[in-house]
């Protein structure tokens, strides 16, 4: 009897120290997506519809770590198309400015107000899921990856903190062995399917293994497609008096 | 049990066959993305950007008024390039060359900027030159938009953006002083004489820098909620103060506000050429809000308590009806050249439709009210975007009295249509 409580014991110890905290491999996912200093990238983000290549748009993206709260401010710079060239977006924390240089004109824009096609704001910015989510371990799952290699994953339920972020509940597979992000599925508040995501085309950037390519479906329309690639990364420090409202009719890329 | 093993059957391929249904459309997804079509590697960033644009309009003219039928090829180029480390060059250009039916061929040019830029530090910039200063939260109208007077030179669009785009800045030397959460502005502009022209290759100085000017704009950002912009603005005989304000009311929905306000002489005095100062204020108030299918609506409240009020503008309109016209002449180019409003209020209403039910398919309208004479204007917009080039038709609709705000316009009706080729 002794024994068997003794191994009973043992047990529930192996499973209490083996049993992962959620929020700590949401965190460690979020240093696999993001650097943990100030960094820049090129965004390009290609849009299919039914099968057929639609519009491409190219971002230089600028990402400042913001002291203490670990989350990012962004400045977005479009490259292309020729027509949007030189437009910027500014996004630090829920405050989103939008630029057009033609017009001089430097408005805010609402979380909704989105500017490229199907990828939201807060998909093309820099934004760590840890600060603004509750992670919830929901289970371990066998799942197929974006490069259709079969992975064990954890599944995490993520919830909300605060209602202004972009997306009120998230599921959320990670690899068991090394917290990489396989795959999301972005749910609005009603309950609706928004979009599904998979990182995919892992690289080594930035002295870490990052995904370097998110491929977006469409939550009610799966032939709605977009594509996200990451190129370019590299340090660069953009000085924090540069992110704000009266610079951005005078920013221009180093 | 038969039954029973049926209808759990059943409801577990009801259950499974929209994750397989997923899973199939998830892989086609990542098919598609795995094109090699797609270009991977990022466009060179270029120091200038440009288009030209070919674009004929339509008339239909009230009676007795002419409103020639039109032809225009534009050319419009920006270069934004750095000299040195710290030292920047801008010159930004357009040149219309327009065709009307009956009537001689013009071009005009428009220098909109050229300035050199020094930044010593990053909290430091200097510019000197021709600069394009556009300050305001309001969509269809900016009172703090000081250094609007006398910009607009060449008007191909009644879009109010696009009045925003195309117009001359003005001579001035400004200052900029930059801290983590906010910034402080100097200009200082010139008077630079001369009368304003309508010569095509004139730098045209007389119109965009008839008097010395000086504007103070300070910001700073307490908080999310508490981020206004504010300005102070001197010319000769007056000197106002202005604010813009915008907040963000949830996760669709911008409100913003607008004002300008200080001791200044009435629009009517000043087209009179008289000095009636006094304390007026002029303001805006409205919200955009966006739809998750990307439409968006902006209502917006304009007011100027400078402009005629009701029956200053009736004994305007009775003058003129009864041939004394040329008051209300004065009034009206002066409201042209300040891009004010005509009377104390109007309404606009403004949407905007991104893909609007097919990709690459924006559509865009307002219809704006004259709250005082009750005439209106409507306009629409339809633009086809590719990559490279875009098509876009346009419809402007005049409808009120003769001698109203909108009545007064010498076309009905306006049609557009443009072929804009980007470089």
Redesign the interface.
Known sequence: MQLWLGSLILLAAAAVQAAPDAQSLLAASDAVRNPDQSFGLTTTLIEYRNGKQQETSTLAVYSRAERGSGQFRSLLRFEAPARDAGKLMLKSGNDLWFHDPSSKATIRISPQQRLLGQAANGDVVTVNLAGDYSARLAGEEDIIDGDRQPRHAYKLELAARAPDVTYHRIEYWLDTGNSRPIKARFYAQSGGLLKTAYYRRYQSQLGVVRPTETVIIDGLDPNWVTVMRFDDYAWRDVPESWLQRDYLPRFKPQ | MHAMTLRAATFALLCVAPVAQ??D??????Q??D?P???????E??DW?G?AEFAVGLAQPRAEADVPDSARLSLDA?L?T?LAPGW?LVLSDRLDGWAWSGQADRAINTLREAYL?W?PD??T?VDLGRV???Y??GLGYNPSDFFKVGALRSVTSADP?AL??NRQGSVLLRG?R??????L?AIWSPELGGEPSDDGISLNLGATNPFERWLL?A?H?FS?LI?P?WLLYSEPGSVLAGMNW???L?????G?VEFAGGRQSSLLARSQGEDDAAFRAAWVAGA?W???F?L?VTLEYQRDNAAADADQWKALQNDAQQGAAADYARYRQLLGTRQALATRESAMLYASW??AGV??LDLAGYWRRDLVDASWQAWLQARW?T??A?LTAQWLYNHGEALSNYGAAPARQRWQLALTH??
């Open positions: 997923a899973i459309a998830d892989d086609a997804a990542l598609l993305a094109q079509q797609a270009p991977s590697a990022a466009p960033q270029r950007r288009y920006v934004d750095a920047r830029g930044q990053a909290q910039a394009n200063v556009r305001g939260a953006q925003r785009e900029q930059l801290w983590d959460s906010g910034a502005t704009v910001s950002r999310e981020d912009q915008s907040v963000l949830n996760d669709a929905m911008v913003y955009t966006t739809t998750a990307k968006s991104q893909d990709a690459g975007r990559s490279v875009d980007y470089f």
